[in-house]
T-cell receptor, first 116, second 116 residues
Framework: AQTVTQSQPEMSVQEAETVTLSCTYD???????LFWYKQPPSRQMILVIR??????QNATENRFSVNFQKAAKSFSLKISDSQLGDAAMYFC?????????????FGEGTQLTVNP | ETGVTQSPTHLIKTRGQQVTLRCSSQ?????VSWYQQALGQGPQFIFQ???????GRGNFPPRFSGLQFPNYSSELNVNALELDDSALYLC???????????????FGPGTRLTVL
């Protein structure tokens, strides 16, 4: 079974600064996808960024980028120019590439605080 | 807003009772997944419905059951409620064949269930 580990229960960053959230995963599969989701106090889970395992190039979405190290099974999220609206719980998630289903396996989450 | 709605927003039940939670998927989506998120933890996959058939199940007992209707909306039923069932229940809808990359899951705001 796949597992996802987020070793930082809490992180804080100053507004306009850069912060990196860590995630490691364990799998024996070669075809899979990785995601970062944001869950603000409103509880709605929002997709931040995704990465296909077969792609060597790291995904980027505006101020959000990932550092995907497939051999190390590491998938960190970097938030540049942090904004107050970035404050939320962030979850790293794994999904198998097979067509048998599209269940997401989540980590325990990292609570990000952005200080003005 | 993702277009995925859930009802009710909050629910309080007593141990042993039964509960039904509802999810309306985003327009054009034919797959619904359900997740249980205990306080301070990441979501755990319960099951998924694709075109009205169960398409994968997580490690949850049979008293957790579901339905998907022809309009692709879905219900989650939990019988014989236990105190540990207290959690946020999230549904997510997606389009296309489960497992494909474009099968992004869009989450609803969740139903907060409290079991006393």
């Amino acid at each position: 079974a796949q597992t996802v580990t987020q070793s930082q229960p809490e992180m804080s960053v100053q507004e306009a600064e850069t912060v990196t959230l860590s995630c490691t995963y364990d799998t024996s599969e070669s075809d899979y996808y990785l995601f970062w989701y944001k869950q603000p106090p409103s509880r709605q889970m929002i997709l931040v960024i995704r990465q296909e395992a077969y792609k060597q190039q790291n995904a980027t979405e505006n101020r959000f980028s990932v550092n995907f190290q497939k051999a190390a099974k590491s998938f960190s999220l970097k938030i540049s120019d942090s904004q107050l609206g970035d404050a939320a719980m962030y979850f790293c998630a794994y999904r198998s590439g097979g067509t048998s289903g599209s269940r997401l396996t989540f980590g325990e989450g990292t609570q990000l605080t952005v200080n003005p | 807003e993702t277009g995925v709605t859930q009802s009710p927003t909050h629910l309080i039940k007593t141990r042993g009772q039964q509960v039904t939670l509802r999810c309306s998927s985003q327009s054009g989506h034919n797959t619904v997944s359900w997740y249980q998120q205990a306080l301070g933890q990441g979501p755990q996959f319960i099951f998924q419905y694709y075109r009205e058939e169960e398409n994968g199940r997580g490690n949850f007992p049979p008293r957790f059951s579901g339905l998907q209707f022809p309009n692709y909306s879905s219900e989650l039923n939990v019988n014989a409620l236990e105190l540990d069932d207290s959690a946020l229940y999230l549904c997510a809808s997606s389009r296309g064949i489960p497992g494909r990359m474009n099968n992004e899951q869009f989450f609803g705001p969740g139903t907060r269930l409290t079991v006393l």
